[in-house]
């Protein structure tokens, strides 16, 4: 989808990937959630691998009537069985093939202004893991994507963005005010001073802050957000390092949502998934919306 289908305005078509496994039923109910708060159009994906489209072994030869279903039939008697009840109209695909290019050709396809996956965690290490499908999606999609963590209990209201102030976090700043124009934002930039050591306390707070405010100023003067928006956005800039002063942030501030802008594009990015926008991810709490620099697409 082109940077004017989403940008100008609210997703029309959301899509959601699914792996049935219980880590996607939160995504599944955000998904619900925003369909019905932008009365967009949801489309639920599910992708079944190769290996599992194979026939069972013996059962080839036995009449059709005795043939168990196939792989995609219970994948799509499953899909059904959770989506009955569910409000709105809600279309589902089940494809054989590998899961992330599933997932990004049907949302090329169907037009989607959003991507929502689950995130599995390990419970006895308490960490958080991302499959291969979902690193594929960070990487490759030119589309947000949504990192659903959280029960979807209610719209997002307190939404923090993190910043570099460069001009894929004010992309990403751009969309998220699109997204959820009547929430509560905090600009959020942690940054870290080179030869900090060497420069005394006052010198870091006074010097490096106002530099980081002006610098503040001139990134949301710029922005293409509405000044009502504008006006009601907190600034937030703290020395240290970002990943674990978002964290905290977060954790304390019952934060509903974190976006995360990445700059994307090139065969260093695909093997590090943009440094900086991968620690944010993996550090913070919550869902996380990550938007990618439509330049690096």
């Known amino acids: 989808m082109t940077e004017a289908g989403w940008m100008n305005g609210l997703p029309a078509t959301i899509l959601l990937a699914t792996d049935f ?22 489309v639920v994906v599910h992708a079944v691998e190769a ?10 030869d036995l009449p059709s009537w005795r043939r168990p279903p196939g792989p995609e039939r219970v994948a799509r008697d499953r899909l059904q069985e959770d989506l009955d009840g569910l409000p709105g109209t809600i279309d589902f695909h089940v ?53 659903a963590r959280s029960r979807a209990r209610a719209p997002y209201r307190n939404i923090v963005v993190a910043t570099d ?38 010198e870091v ?36 390092a970002p990943e674990t002063l978002l964290h905290d942030y977060v954790r304390d501030h019952r934060v509903d949502l974190t976006v995360v802008g990445s700059h994307g594009g090139g065969a260093i990015y ?11 991810i993996d550090a913070v709490p919550g869902d996380v919306l990550l938007v990618r620099d439509p330049r690096a697409a």
């Not at 992309?171 to 900090?196: E, S």
């Open 51 to 60: 290996g599992e489209a194979q026939d069972i072994p013996g059962r080839s």
């Open 95 to 147: 494809e054989t093939g590998r899961p992330a290019e599933i997932v990004l050709a049907a949302a090329a396809r169907e037009g989607a202004g959003l991507i929502v996956t689950g995130v599995a965690r390990d419970e006895p290490l308490g960490r958080m893991l991302f499959g291969d499908t979902v690193d594929r999606l960070m990487r490759k999609s030119s589309i947000p994507l949504l990192i």
């Open 21 to 42: 496994s219980a880590r996607c039923d939160r995504a599944l109910d955000r998904s619900v959630q925003l369909a019905g708060q932008w009365g967009a159009r949801l």
């Open 270 to 280: 695909e093997l590090l998934i943009g440094s900086t926008a991968r620690r944010m």
């Open 165 to 202: 102030f460069s001009s894929s976090s004010r992309h990403a700043l751009q969309a998220a005010t699109r997204f959820f124009p009547d929430a509560d934002f905090t600009l959020f930039n942690g940054y870290d001073v080179p030869f900090a050591s060497y420069l005394s306390a006052d």
């Open 205 to 240: 707070k006074t010097g490096f802050r106002r530099m980081e405010q002006e610098v503040a100023d001139r990134f949301l003067a710029e922005a293409d957000i509405a000044d009502a928006v504008r006006k009601r956005i907190n600034r937030l800039i703290e020395h240290g």
